[in-house]
């Protein structure tokens, strides 16, 4: 189901979002997180990218375990400002193979003291 399709079929709408651990720490403490959240029947949980695209990969994995084990919407971010269009293309593949169609696509903060990754990516719009 679409994100859209919900907020078009009921209300309130109850989701939450969570985001991905760095790197050094494990997924556990989101995933013990859902098992929390999961018996307030969110109709949605979106998985943010992580500060500067730090914990991209981590995304897809945190939201298809969201829909495929949990049996929950996830709605995944996606930010073009420190990705490449290659890598783009690459965890777009990733979500859709995880039957992952909710994405919300974002430009995304200049890290502090960084510049812009991917000028070609200077608005969502250009994705």
């Known amino acids: 189901m679409f994100i859209k399709d919900i907020f078009s079929s009921k209300t309130p709408v109850i989701s939450f979002e969570v985001f991905p651990p760095k790197r050094e720490f494990p997924l556990d403490t989101v995933y013990s997180t859902i098992e929390d959240l999961k018996d307030m029947n969110p109709d949605f949980i979106s998985v943010t990218y ?3 695209g730090s914990s991209k990969d981590r995304t897809v994995e945190i ?5 495929n084990k949990y049996n929950i919407q996830s709605l995944a971010h996606l930010t073009c400002l420190t990705s490449s269009k290659a890598e783009i293309d690459l965890m777009l593949e990733q979500l ?3 039957n992952i169609y ?3 696509a974002l430009r995304g903060d200049i890290p502090i003291g960084g510049l812009q990754t ?3 990516y200077k608005y969502a719009k250009d994705l």
Do not use: H, W
């Open 102 to 104: 909710n994405v919300l």
């Open 63 to 67: 939201a298809s375990t969201i829909k």
């Open 50 to 52: 992580g500060a500067g």
């Open 96 to 98: 859709k193979a995880n």
């Open 118 to 120: 991917y000028p070609q």
